[in-house]
């Protein structure tokens, strides 16, 4: 982080102290971020959501908040981010389109009201209209990616904190979640989110499946960690020879959705399934990936 950044951090305002992890996160990767700018949106998104609070008891501020960080974690563009902040004001509080023109400009304007649109569709909640489902998210999405990246981050800001909904809310959400966002952060090769919206999915779909299988998964743990050493060992031995320069392995269980489905899908109990591990091997060069 360059000298200025830390500067900036140092005076942080205390009204805005609960944006302050997110400003860090992305002063991180974007040293000249316009911070004063992330903490106007976050002021401006409070004021708007001001006697609102989530199903948990949280003030709903710590949603957008929420959002924001996770977009700040795939390193996304300050325009986004600012969105991520104010998504929610335009449909759920008295705040319009042309204010969000006039304090952040046409660009998060046109990103919020694309969100806003998505989240006003209505979904034909089965595996067998998946394809059709997708299709209307990307055509809500217009030209612009971005709008489907920040619903993607409010979906699974929503599954992190899904426990204190009712079961059927949670049931439903959850089995949307399945057949509509973890597809379409798969197609987008957002792994990350696709796993964590399987398995959150999967947790609140089948809860006493997904337990059943933490706790076999947990139970192996020593004689999984032992054979994940034993590999790395074998692939750093093979690397040294042939590659010049940093490289990193990476060993673990698959997702506990990807090994329930390949159990569901040949009929096995959790000891038949074989191949639960994966290894990521990451180079600095492409030529080395080959």
Known sequence: MSEEATRTLENFPEESLEVKPLCEKILSYFPNADIDLVQKAYLFSKKAHEGQFRRSGEPYISHPVGVSEILAGLKLDLPTILTGLLHDTVEDTEVTLEDITNNFGPVVAELVDGVTKITQLSFKNTHEKQSENVRKMIVAMGKDVRVILVKLADRLHNMRTLGSMKYEKQLRIGQETLDIYAPLASRLGISSIKVELEDLSFRYTQPARYYE?????????KEREKYIGEVKKC???????????CYDIQGRPK????????????????????????FRVLVDTVPHCY
């Open 213 to 221: 299988l933490v706790q076999k998964v947990a139970k192996k743990k």
């Open 235 to 245: 692939l750093t031995d093979e690397l040294g020879t042939h590659v010049k320069g």
């Open 255 to 278: 997702h506990f959705y990807s090994i329930y489905k390949k159990m569901a899908a040949s009929n096995l109990e959790y000891e038949q399934v074989y191949d639960i591990l994966a």
